[in-house]
């Protein structure tokens, strides 16, 4: 059973800077994709970034591109969003997310994910 557990959400002003963690266990699959979904109130469920199991490629939303950066640490099972120059707009509820039957490049195209986390509050106040 795969588990994913989001973590370092939080309050942060405009501009500022913030890093969220997912660890994942469960997961024994040596190829899959992760990414980084979030959901604002009133607005429709985003992917802000994905990530290839082998780290080769990395994709970003246009709203995020330049400011965020998705990697994986440690053993590759531990999914990292680092978050600069945080705008109001960046609130939302994030979320992790896996997907075990694509890898690769399938990984920029695919938002359909088989398994999520319970999600991290981020709130930027301008």
């Known amino acids: 059973q795969v588990q994913l557990t989001e973590s370092g959400g939080g309050s942060v002003q405009s501009g500022g800077s913030l890093t969220l963690s997912c660890a994942a266990s469960?997961?024994?699959?040596?190829?899959?994709?992760m990414a980084w979904f979030r959901q604002g109130p009133g607005k429709q469920r985003e992917k802000v970034a994905s990530?290839?199991?082998?780290?080769?490629?990395?994709h970003y939303a246009d709203s995020t591109a330049g400011r965020f950066t998705i990697f994986l640490n440690g053993n590759k099972k531990r999914l990292v969003l680092q978050m600069n120059d945080l705008r109001p707009e960046d609130s939302a509820e994030y979320y992790c997310?896996?997907?075990?039957?694509?890898?690769?490049?399938?990984?920029?195209?695919?938002?359909?994910?088989?398994?999520w986390g319970q999600g991290t509050q981020v709130t930027v106040s301008s």
């Open positions: 990530i290839s199991s082998s780290g080769n490629y990395a």
């Open positions: 997310a896996t997907e075990t039957r694509y890898s690769g490049e399938w990984c920029s195209q695919i938002n359909t994910y088989r398994y």
């Open positions: 469960g997961l024994v699959e040596s190829t899959y994709c």
